[in-house]
């Protein structure tokens, strides 16, 4: 069982990006028994009652994580955590510094903001809409 399950954008270019360095460093680091498990929050049967009730608005807004333990981790928590499970923890350590924390929390929270116009795809709102289509076709269709 992974000690950390990270919901990731699958259409963001930038996030594959993360996520493939984070799985091949993972396979390194911890062969045959894989640390990091990832979830695509962009897949149609994403289900968030299978992933601690995190919905897709939520987790298209800012990035989630959840460890083993049923904890919910936020923001630059998941990348310290996926980072230590790693054995790159120092590369983040600063962030969780009490004098370093707010202000690269406060620059994470400006990129969670623009990610999605930074990267070309619909807003927040369009693409909440475009993931409902689906959903109500299908309950239309059924007898």
Known sequence: MAQLTILYDGGCPLCL???RFLERRDRRCNPGAGRLAFVDIDAADYDPARHGGIGYREAMGRIHAI???GSVLVDLA????AYALIGLGWLYSPTGWPLVAPLVNRLYGLWAAARLR???RPC???LCALRQQPLAAAAASRP
């Open 17 to 19: 990006r993360e996520v």
């Open 67 to 69: 460890a083993a333990d």
């Open 78 to 81: 998941v990348f310290r955590q």
């Open 118 to 120: 930074l990267t070309r």
């Open 124 to 126: 927040l709102d369009q």
